[in-house]
């Protein structure tokens, strides 16, 4: 379970994340929903404990981002915005390597991996090296590292940006299979539909701040929108022109 | 703990022998010594041997004035030759090294017993020529007292009177370090390679990481960030050891192969057990070298940019062993505790066959561990910092 309370940072001047509060229970799926550079990378980078709040706190399974960030990462799989694996290792090393830094014992540790394998139909490029494999084979490979330890929260970064419709629909399904395990899955994204499609509870971000949170028909209650993108627009509180 | 240190260094490790770069590096130095060094050395060797069994060739203008003279020169193994019309300008050309002017009243002046005048012509900006005017000079001295010692014993004058003091020297340079004048250069060989010889390694542990997107990922890891500072810092060490002992094998090789007694006459007197305890010395500046390397490496956001640093640092890193020549023959405290320049200094000693004493190996090598723990300490407060993720 991941808390947020009244988290804020800024960079210089700019304020990039503004008094944020929300929970994200186990066995749901919670999804930031904002345009581009609306602060929903910053709010992750904040939970796993790259980037230190200006104010406010956070918790992962009641440990305090700031206080305890080793055990706060021992409880987070995390797919960052940066998905960068090492181009002269093997698939199988990629997460073997992620696997030994989280302290995974040897033998249990071989049994995940072939599962992680078997689960993101990678066997085909399971020992190949990473060099020049596609961004989808990429991004199962950044998947399967962060899923490598059984983390019991699970933060995802615009999970299917670059994905083709086939991968897509791969990603959304695991997302549901960990869901169904009782994981807390945090995720976000820009794309309505895909957190329509996914998300039990939809949180808008905008320049920020949450502007509404809900699910799918609580946020077209709300906003007294009927069709959902309208809902989202009408939650954002901006004007529709290039920003 | 310190085990998941050596998970990031052993993946290092393993990432950088798929490298086919890594190996290029130490290939590239092990020919750079035994090519550029060896063919150094017998490009020398020959040019000395040349210089000492050629006759010397000498344009002189107005032989007809100095017949002795001339015929002195020639006892000496020196070929005449008459100079060109405008001996000044060949020189300046550079068609002759220096030319011998004698003028006409040369014959009469010495005759009578006045001091006669020659000129010499030579152009001091060009150091090639500086050993022939020498020896031109030498010879003219040396005519000038045999003709000095006659006129005065026909006087009735003991030549003797004129010999106010007579040098003997004693020269206490060992054969050994008449030879290494031909190998100076490798304490800077040996600096060069330390500060190269991974650099690659930890530009691309860290810089490279962050370019190719794999930095924030790794460090969302359970690790206090410092320890991937440190795992990282930890693989580059064997690969310079490595780029090191392959360039010290390929000098060892050096010695054994090139005829040195036959290129300049002396063996240098140093084997593979001297080439170990250089080895040894140099590890806290390898660790140094090291430590250097991850500070800008942190600091540094992309491969390209911390290579427009990491040249320079090894610029001054190998710049104290420019300055062993004008330092104070015997080795002091404060040169022991620079970092680098103690290391250099002791080198030169081992090379130069001199002991070298525990205490100061033990003070250079503490005083450069010291100060690469210092460096390694601000690496790892770069890597704590959110610059390093941030782009």
């Known amino acids: ?243 | 703990m310190i085990r998941k240190i050596l998970v990031v260094t052993q993946k290092e490790i393993l990432d950088h022998l798929r490298d086919y770069r890594t190996g290029l590096t130490t290939l590239l130095w092990g020919l750079f010594v035994i090519f550029l060094m060896g063919g150094m050395t017998m490009l020398l060797g020959a040019n000395l041997r040349e210089k000492l069994e050629k006759p010397f060739r000498l344009s002189v203008a107005g032989m007809e004035n100095a017949p002795n003279l001339l015929a002195f020169m020639a006892q000496q193994n020196v070929i005449i030759e008459p100079a060109p019309a405008d001996p000044k300008a060949a020189v300046i050309a550079g068609d002759i090294s220096v030319a011998l002017i004698i003028p006409p009243e040369y014959s009469e002046n010495f005759s009578s017993g006045k001091t006669a005048t020659i000129q010499l012509v030579y152009d001091s900006s060009r150091t090639s020529v500086v050993l022939d005017k020498i020896q031109v000079e030498e010879l003219l001295k040396a005519y000038n007292r045999y003709i000095g010692l006659l006129r005065l014993s026909v006087r009735g004058i003991n030549p003797r009177v004129i010999d106010v003091v007579q040098i003997e020297g004693v020269d206490t340079a060992t054969p050994q370090s008449k030879a290494l004048l031909f190998f100076s250069m490798l304490p800077y060989i040996i600096i060069s390679v330390i500060f190269t010889g991974a650099a690659s390694i930890i530009t691309d542990a860290t810089a490279g990481e962050r370019e190719r997107e794999s930095l924030e990922p790794l460090l969302i890891n359970p690790l206090p960030r410092g320890w991937f500072a440190i795992g990282k810092m930890l693989a580059a060490i064997p690969f310079t050891m490595l780029t090191l002992i392959i360039t010290l094998a390929a000098f060892a090789i050096l010695l054994r192969t090139l005829p040195l007694g036959e290129i300049i006459g002396i063996r240098p007197g140093f084997d593979a057990g001297t080439l170990a305890t250089i080895l040894l010395l140099c590890l806290p500046v390898i660790f140094l070298a090291a430590a250097l390397q991850t500070l800008v490496a942190s600091f540094t956001k992309t491969v390209k940019e911390a290579n427009t640093h990491l040249p320079y640092i090894a610029l001054i890193a190998a710049l104290p062993g420019a300055l062993i020549p004008l330092l104070p023959i015997k080795p002091a405290l404060w040169m022991m505790l620079t970092p680098i320049l103690g290391q250099q200094v002791l080198i030169n000693q081992i090379l130069h066959s001199e002991p070298i004493s525990a205490i100061n190996v033990l003070v250079a090598s503490l005083g450069t561990s010291l100060v690469s723990i210092g460096i390694t300490f601000i690496a790892v407060k770069f890597y704590e910092s959110e610059r390093i993720i941030s782009r």
């Not at chain 1, 980037?51 to 700031?66: I, L, R, S, W």
């Not at chain 1, 019991?152 to 960990?178: C, F, H, K, Y």
């Not at chain 1, 869901?179 to 539909?193: A, D, P, R, Y």
């Not at chain 1, 957190?195 to 920020?208: E, K, M, R, Y």
């Open chain 1, 1 to 243: 379970m991941i808390q947020v309370q009244g988290l804020s940072k800024s960079f210089g001047k700019i304020k990039a994340v503004n008094q944020v509060s929300f929970v994200a229970p186990d066995g749901q799926i919670t999804g930031l929903l904002g345009p581009n550079g609306a602060g929903k990378s910053t709010i992750l980078r904040m939970l796993y404990t790259l980037f230190k709040p200006d104010e406010g706190t956070a918790q992962v399974d009641g440990y305090d981002v700031n206080r305890f960030p080793l055990e706060v990462k021992k409880r987070i799989g995390v797919l960052a915005d940066a998905r960068g694996i090492y181009p002269r290792l093997t698939a199988r090393e990629n997460i073997r390597y992620y696997g030994y830094l989280h302290g995974v014992e040897k033998s249990v540790l071989e049994k995940h991996i072939n599962i992680l394998i078997r689960l993101l139909d990678m066997q085909a490029i399971a020992d190949r090296k990473a060099k020049g494999f596609s961004t989808g084979e990429k991004l199962k490979v950044a998947i399967a590292r962060a899923l490598v330890h059984n983390p019991q929260n699970i933060l995802l970064d615009e999970p299917t940006n670059g994905l083709d419709v086939i991968s897509t629909r791969a990603m959304r399904r695991l997302i549901l299979r960990l869901k169904e395990e009782g994981k807390c899955i945090l995720l976000t994204s820009h794309i309505m539909q895909e957190v329509a499609a996914l998300c039990d509870h939809i949180i808008i971000i905008s320049q920020g701040s949450i502007t509404a949170s809900g699910t799918a028909d609580e946020l077209k209650q709300l906003t007294g929108q009927s069709d959902l993108e309208d809902a989202f627009v009408a939650a954002l509180g901006v004007k529709e022109e290039w920003g």
